[in-house]
């Protein structure tokens, strides 16, 4: 067993076991005219991250490890889409209306699709999830079972929405959760910093936070 530099102290790095997931890196979030700018948000923010993730994955990819892409969207049908999350508030565009990029947030429209740079190589699991978190309603945790995965490290947007919510459903789960710092973003840049504050407080009780370079440096690849 190796250790990534990390705070609140190193994290204890088991090569047999450890694999990314890349949080919803999709085109609804990250680039202009999606489903994250019509909620008056800067995509711009997200839009700087890609190549950091981009160099992650390649990590990954180069030292043989898994990296699982996680994508927040719901069936065409909308079954899956409580009312109270798509009836909230009085957006300009509410989940499965149609948007510039096909209906919001809806499995197989151009928005839902993860963007071209981080796009999934064949083979690679693609987890689409109805919730903010990752293990809610889809069959990550039978992966992670049948591939003997114990430790995850997370990259992908948003910070404090999907990300802290996959990182304490995982850590409720006996994953061990590693936060990329510079591969992970919020619209809100008080509160990246407060979910990092959150997630390594108290002795790393939701989880730890390093840098993809430090990630990188443990997978020496
Ligand atoms: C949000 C996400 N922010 N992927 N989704 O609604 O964080």
Not at 183 to 203: R, V
Request: aromatic letters at 6%.
């Amino acid at each position: 067993m190796g250790t990534v530099t990390a705070s609140p102290f190193d994290f204890p790095f088991a090569r047999d076991s450890i694999a990314l997931i890349v949080i919803d890196m999709q085109r609804d979030f990250i680039e202009p005219g999606g489903f994250g700018a019509s909620l008056g948000n800067d995509v711009s923010l997200l839009q700087a991250i890609v190549p950091t993730v981009a160099r992650l994955i390649a990590g990954f990819r180069a030292a043989g490890l898994p990296v699982i892409h996680t994508r927040e969207c719901h069936l065409p049908d909308l079954s899956d889409c409580p009312p109270a999350k798509r009836l909230r508030g009085s957006p300009s565009l509410r989940i499965g209306d149609q948007g510039p990029m096909g209906r919001v947030l809806i499995a197989g429209e151009p928005g839902a699709d993860i963007i071209p740079e981080l796009a999934p190589l064949p083979g690679e699991p693609v987890i689409d999830k109805p919730g903010k978190g990752a293990f809610h309603a889809t069959g990550l945790m039978d992966f992670l079972e049948m591939h003997g995965i114990r430790q995850l490290v997370f990259a992908g947007v948003t910070t404090e929405v999907c990300v802290q919510t996959t990182m304490r459903e995982a850590n409720d789960r006996g994953y061990d959760c590693l936060l990329a710092t510079d591969a992970t973003e919020s619209y809100f840049p008080a509160f990246k910093q407060s979910a990092i504050d959150m997630i390594t407080a108290q002795g790393a009780i939701v989880g730890w936070a390093t840098t993809t370079g430090a990630v990188l440096e443990a997978l020496d690849v």
